[in-house]
């Protein structure tokens, strides 16, 4: 069992940037693919981006594409969300998520395991 932790939210003004960290316990973090989920109010949650178990691919929406880099560090068993140029419509809980698939999806239903979520709020 994964359990995973957030960190790194915060309010920003718009234009800016955000650093998303996610904590996993566990010896078996590198047999799960990693994604980035968020949940605005009102709205439905949606996929923001995955990276694979090797980190060598990545996959990303395309509300954040060319602003959001995904990324992980196998030997500290943490995946980041790095962030620019934010808007008003990233504001959201994001939540980080591993699975153990075999391609990396944008799929919420294809990940086991959550954790409990960073609010990141984007001001006008």
């Known amino acids: 069992q994964v359990q995973l932790v957030e960190s790194g939210g915060g309010l920003v003004q718009a234009g800016g940037s955000l650093s998303l960290s996610c904590s996993a316990s566990g010896p078996t973090f590198t047999y799960y693919a990693m994604a980035w989920f968020r949940r605005a109010p009102g709205k439905e949650r949606e996929f923001v981006a995955a990276?694979?178990?090797?980190?060598?691919?990545?996959n990303y929406a395309d509300s954040v594409k060319g602003r959001f880099t995904i990324s992980r560090d196998n030997a500290k068993n943490t995946v980041s969300l790095q962030m620019h140029s934010l808007e008003p419509e990233d504001t959201a809980v994001y939540y980080c998520?591993?699975?153990?698939?075999?391609?990396?999806?944008?799929?919420?239903?294809?990940?086991?395991?959550w954790g409990q979520g960073t609010q990141v709020t984007v001001s006008s």
């Open positions: 998520a591993a699975g153990r698939v075999a391609r990396i999806s944008s799929s919420a239903n294809m990940y086991a395991y």
């Open positions: 990276i694979s178990s090797s980190g060598v691919a990545t």
